[in-house]
């Protein structure tokens, strides 16, 4: 079994207005990312979704990004880079037994 991964993004929270300690002031900040992770089975096509979230630390005035210039493909490596290998890891094998039990899950007999 070869499963590919991926990740969407579903959904972002965001403050109309935030103003650092600095005085820096960032509109609609993206503050949380909702999102899936996807895996497929290359096999057979036996698709697996782990939804889940994460928060945003706060801006540096280095990499923020207006709202409205974002792309998804942004979203993403923001999100790569503040999942850890034991998050991945943790995502990977729940969607692996997913897509095993699906795969293995049997019709009952006195059902028709």
Do not use: H
């Not at 801006?59 to 942004?74: A, G, I, R, V």
């Amino acid at each position: 079994m070869t499963i590919n991964y991926s990740f969407k993004i579903t959904s972002c929270n965001k403050l109309i207005l935030y103003n650092d300690e600095e005085g820096n002031r960032y509109e609609n900040l993206i503050t949380k990312i909702n999102y899936q992770y996807i895996g497929k089975d290359s096999d057979d096509n036996t698709t697996a979704v782990f939804n889940s979230s994460i928060n945003l630390p706060k801006p540096k005035t280095s990499d923020y990004k207006n709202y409205n210039d974002l792309t998804e493909n942004d979203i993403i490596v923001w999100l790569e880079s503040l999942i850890s290998l034991d998050e991945l890891t943790l995502m990977k094998t729940v969607i692996e037994n997913n897509i095993t039990d699906t795969k293995t899950k049997a019709s009952l007999p006195w059902i028709t």
